[in-house]
């Protein structure tokens, strides 16, 4: 079966499927297009069911949690660090309330753990929607006061001149007495049906399980889209987001999604609480 796989162009999901990509996993009869797009975008390609499988925030799988099965392996938890809200001098939390943060998607988990962290829902506060790559220069340019930094920049804003106003992930984990914070994970179309969704799982599964068994070679794979990080950082990097957790969430995930969701619907920021399936 031809099935279109959405996942970021980014270094921890190029690791992830590096092994799905070369054709070194039982690929189970399927024939996968690799779509690369950033999160946001892919966040609202499966809004519009575009897509078969793909990555996507936590926080877009409580808009289409109907139309798409969430897979136990392929998700990304900030495991006592996250992403990080920036600028170019600290800002306290009351003050965050009242300037202009940049935000690199308005359905993802980074912007959802934003409002849980100021207590205030989406239209209460100057939340500017941006490309995640073009925060850094905004803030630069005066154009918005502080940002939320994800992917390889929570590892590199210090060095851009940065400061530090809170670690989501460090919040969250201080928040929950040491839950993971839940960012990413994979979805499939449930009118794929059972037995697809099986197969793709195992498939995905073992993809991870390759890319940690022969980490060398699947850094070397995700290099190019580490955005100009050496080897040593982007191993460092993949390591944060492609681990034990990846390979199946487990109950330790699990009770982190409950709780970030349960949170979320709580202070009336999502309208449900999405299954968790079995």
Request: hydrophobic fraction near 40%; charged fraction near 20%.
């Amino acid at each position: 079966m031809k099935l279109t796989l959405g996942h970021s162009p980014d270094a921890d999901d190029a690791f992830m499927f590096y092994a799905m990509a070369k054709n070194l996993v039982n690929l189970r009869g399927h024939e996968f297009t690799h779509i690369l797009q950033d999160i946001e975008t892919l966040n609202l390609r499966c809004q519009a069911q575009e897509l078969d499988i793909s990555a996507v925030s936590f926080h877009a799988y409580t808009t289409i949690a109907d139309s798409y099965a969430l897979l136990p392996c392929g998700a990304s938890f900030g495991d006592g660090y996250g992403p990080c809200l920036v600028a170019k001098r600290k800002i306290d939390r009351e003050t965050m309330k009242k300037v202009r943060i940049g935000v690199p998607g308005l359905l993802t988990s980074a912007y959802l753990t934003l409002q849980l962290y100021l207590g205030l829902p989406h239209g209460s506060f100057q939340a500017i929607n941006l490309p995640f790559d073009k925060i850094q220069e905004e803030i630069l340019s005066g154009r918005i006061d502080a940002g939320i930094i994800i992917h390889e920049g929570q590892l590199t804003y210090s060095e851009e001149g940065f400061t530090l106003c809170e670690d989501l992930g460090v919040w969250w984990a201080k928040e929950t007495h040491g839950l993971p914070l839940p960012l990413g994970g994979n979805v499939v179309r449930k009118k794929l049906g059972a037995e697809v969704i099986s197969s793709v799982t195992e498939t995905l599964r073992e993809s991870v399980h390759y890319a940690l068994n022969h980490r060398q070679a699947g850094v070397r794979h995700a290099l190019p889209l580490s955005r100009g990080m050496d080897e040593k950082r982007t191993d460092q990097f993949i390591g944060m987001y492609v681990n034990d957790l990846t390979l199946d969430f487990g109950e330790r995930g699990r009770a982190g999604l409950k709780e970030f969701f349960s949170r979320a619907h709580q202070s009336g920021f999502i309208p449900k609480i999405p299954t968790l399936g079995s």
